[in-house]
């Protein structure tokens, strides 16, 4: 017997799972390093523009599938067309290669927040951290113990553990990054830490940057793997799709800027590199915090945030995964979410060991943990969106009129849509292969 489509239980809950979906990793540490390297300012108000006028395209688009279709994205696409159905899998492959880096980046977080319980501090953080993460057990054991915490939720269910996590996740991952990012503006760097946020330098203006900014939109609004979509699948029917989507940018943006806000004073104020790349997370800021009073707190505080975004994201990728296998191979939720566990566990080993043992396997010259990373970020998603956004505008008679209503904007919105969203991504997608 087939099992009725799960529903959330009310608007607020359905914003805040999309919300929990979005905000991650890609928000706390990519996004604050990226800008670090990108020029700051410059970098931020193309991401603003970026996002408010190309990412919203695709991001009604999924919502407005899982709205209109009910399914899995397998399925989604199988009914447009029989023929579209590789990119209903294409999607389902994407979501679960991400977890298979993102999760061993989950482990590490789950190591710093007992370091910092235990109040055990090394010396020196950067000589901890690659020692760490090249060990082969303990790593790989807190990918998995990260992973099994994140499956419990999908394993639970919509109503009662999607639904419960992110309520009780997602405020408290608010009220602690308002206290870390007010304890940063106390500090002596915050004034330069914010000129360098709010203060565009224009020579920074390039092709590779506006990429970067598209790239990292995409990723962190988890478009383009059929995430969105299948969380849009258990909208209720009187759901506005722009109006959710619009409120979905605004608190995935405004939490991203948070985060610099946190970060770059306290950067700033230890004189660290503000393009420290992926180390400002896991060395500079630790270090950091353990040079003042009340550091082991506030390190706390910034690990369990991040503990935060990464499960609420890592339970969206998994749910994704975990209703592909629910529609597609007639499987309960409990044997679709074991099969989706063990998958991951078993691509997110090898994932853990290439800082250590397998540091020297190299594939197009990169370990699996930045292939994994590259390929899904810099080649699937670009990709999936292209299709996704083509599909929508072009084989699906009047989805926008449907997604985006008849008035003025929607016209304006199809004509991205059909012309100016395809044109920007296949951009992106050229510059990611070269
Ligand atoms: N949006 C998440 C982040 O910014 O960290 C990453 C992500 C979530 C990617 C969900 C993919 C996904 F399905």
């Not at 390093?33 to 970098?43: D, E, L, Q, R, V």
């Not at 100016?420 to 296949?426: D, H, K, Q």
């Amino acid at each position: 017997m087939e099992e009725k489509r799960p529903e959330w239980s009310s608007h607020i809950s359905f914003i805040i799972a999309t919300v929990g979906s979005a905000v991650g990793l890609g928000n706390i540490w990519r996004f604050p390093y990226i800008m670090g390297k990108n020029g700051g300012a410059i970098f931020l108000f193309t991401y603003l523009l970026l996002i408010a006028f190309i990412c919203i395209i695709p991001l009604c688009c999924e919502l407005g599938l899982g709205k209109i279709y009910k399914k899995d994205a397998i399925n989604t696409f199988k009914t447009i067309n029989p023929k579209y159905k590789w990119l209903g899998w294409l999607c389902i492959i994407t979501v679960t290669l991400i977890p298979c880096f993102y999760f061993v980046v989950g482990g590490w977080i789950l190591n710093y927040i007992w370091v910092f319980i235990t109040g055990q501090l090394p010396d020196n953080f950067s000589l901890y951290f690659s020692s760490f993460s090249a060990q082969a057990f303990m790593p790989c054991f807190l990918t998995i113990l990260f992973l099994i915490m994140t499956a419990i939720f999908p394993f639970r269910g919509i109503n009662d553990g999607i639904e419960k996590a992110n309520n009780l996740m997602m405020p408290l991952f608010a009220v602690m990054l308002f206290i870390l990012a007010i304890f940063a503006l106390t500090l002596p760097g915050a004034k330069e830490g914010l000129a360098f946020m709010f203060h565009p330098d224009f020579s920074r203006f390039d092709k590779t940057m506006v990429l970067t900014a598209l790239g990292q939109a995409l990723f962190t609004l988890s478009i383009g793997m059929g995430t969105i979509l299948t969380y849009g699948s258990y909208m209720k029917e009187n759901t506005k799709i722009v109006k959710s989507a619009y409120t979905l940018i605004i608190c995935d943006t405004t939490i991203a800027i948070l985060a610099g806000i946190m970060i770059f004073p306290i950067v700033f104020s230890f004189g660290v590199e503000p393009s420290a790349g992926a180390a400002l997370a896991f060395i500079s800021m630790p270090q950091m915090f353990s040079q003042f009073p009340l550091g082991v707190i506030f390190g706390l505080i910034f690990f369990a945030l991040l503990f935060f975004a990464s499960i609420t994201s890592g339970i969206s990728m998994m749910e994704t995964t975990v209703a592909a296998f629910i529609d597609n191979f007639k499987l309960s939720r409990k044997k679709s979410t074991l099969l989706a566990t063990v998958i991951i566990g078993l691509i997110s080993i090898p994932a853990s060991l290439s800082f250590g043992i397998l540091s020297n396997f190299k594939i197009f010259d990169k370990t699996i943990f930045d292939l994994l990373d590259y390929s899904t970020s810099n080649i699937f998603l670009p990709f999936n969106t292209l299709l996704i956004c083509l599909i929508a505008g072009w084989c699906i008679p009047n989805f926008w009129k449907k997604v985006f209503g008849e008035s003025f904007f929607g016209g304006v919105f199809n004509i991205l849509l059909k012309f100016i969203v395809p044109f920007v991504l296949i951009c992106v997608l050229i510059s990611g292969i070269y």
